[in-house]
């Protein structure tokens, strides 16, 4: 169970309709260096107006008015982040948001950066690849001996089923023959 909700945690999403005039509220617990992300966005780019604070409202850390919006920010120390959001317009909004898990979306020069030796990771990986082409190369160069060495042989079995299907239906052509001239000579 904790593992879910850790999990939960990690990544918050959610999709929530706003009705003209309303707002919408939630806050996530960050520690301190924790990098953040928000992304919101409204269903027909409507605008909205986003006010993030760290529980004073009249000192807010972004106060924007946007239809969609990305916010990176990093927080300074173990506190709660406060997420507002408010439809301004006439019109009901649905609004769609994410705080994703960061520390899989930072990338480097070789791609995503996890507290992982990415290199390290990727030499293996690449060893890995060229011990096994190394190996389907070594069967396949036996296998091609092996056909080759086998070709007389087969060569050789080709021609003796060829020759033996020959005489088999020479064999059944004679008997045949013979029983029809073995039922003449009887009547």
């Not at 919101?40 to 529980?55: A, T, V």
């Not at 972004?62 to 120390?77: F, G, N, Q």
């Not at 036996?142 to 079995?157: D, I, L, Q, W």
């Not at 008997?175 to 039922?183: A, E, G, P, S």
Request: aromatic share 12%; charged share 25%; glycine share 4%.
């Amino acid at each position: 169970m904790l593992k879910i909700l850790s999990i939960i945690s990690l990544v918050m999403c959610g999709a929530i309709t706003l009705k003209p005039n309303a707002q919408f509220s939630f806050y996530e617990t960050f520690s301190v260096g924790e990098r953040i992300k928000f992304e919101c966005s409204e269903h027909e780019n409507r605008e909205f107006e986003l006010i993030i604070h760290q529980g004073n409202i009249k000192e807010p850390l972004t106060d924007l008015t946007v239809s969609y919006t990305i916010v990176h920010t990093e927080a300074s120390k173990n506190d709660k982040f406060y997420f507002v959001l408010k439809n301004t317009s006439s019109e009901t909004l649905k609004i769609w948001f994410l705080i994703p898990d960061v520390t899989k979306e930072i990338t480097g020069p070789l791609g995503p950066v996890d507290e992982q030796d990415v290199v390290t990771e990727l030499k293996n990986t690449l060893e890995h690849i060229n011990f096994a082409q190394k190996n389907h190369i070594a069967k396949q160069s036996v296998h091609e001996k092996n056909v080759k060495s086998a070709k007389g042989t087969m060569f050789f079995f080709f021609v003796f089923e060829v020759v033996f299907n020959v005489f088999i239906a020479l064999y059944f052509y004679n008997d045949i023959v013979n029983l029809f001239t073995n039922k003449r000579r009887k009547v």
